[in-house]
């Protein structure tokens, strides 16, 4: 699987953004997807995920109520809408597929067999 985030740019403090990640090569249907993000001399973190097995989502505590992530499976695109961002989003998100990640590996970096190449988030204050 072939993936390419994209949809990063600068937005000011309040204002949303939504990413997008379309996979190639193979179907992302039955994958579990996620998000992840990594500012500056920070180690990646965990953003959002869905498991390719249910609709269930799950997200980091500080982007709860303000991020939604979604997949269209038909498009084999997945999809990360941002509202109320904040200059501590500030990052390079990636998007990521794995297959066979159980649950408690959903947060875990190294899980993941497939990662897009990142697109930059600005947000000024």
């Known amino acids: 699987v072939q993936l390419q985030a994209s949809g990063g740019g600068l937005v000011q403090a309040g204002g949303s953004l939504r990413l997008s990640c379309a996979a190639s090569?193979?179907?992302?249907?039955?994958?579990?997807l996620g998000w992840f993000r990594q500012a500056t001399g920070k180690e990646r973190e965990f953003v959002a995920g869905m498991r390719g097995t249910s609709s269930n989502t799950f997200y980091e505590d500080s982007v709860k109520g303000r991020f939604t992530i979604s997949r269209d499976n038909a498009k084999s695109t997945l999809y990360l809408q941002m509202n109320s961002l904040q200059p501590e989003d500030t990052a390079v998100y990636y998007c990521a597929a794995g297959s066979g990640i159980i649950l408690s590996n959903l947060r875990v970096p190294s899980a993941y067999d497939y990662w897009g190449q990142g697109t930059l988030v600005t947000v000024s204050s």
């Open positions: 090569g193979r179907t992302i249907r039955g994958y579990t």
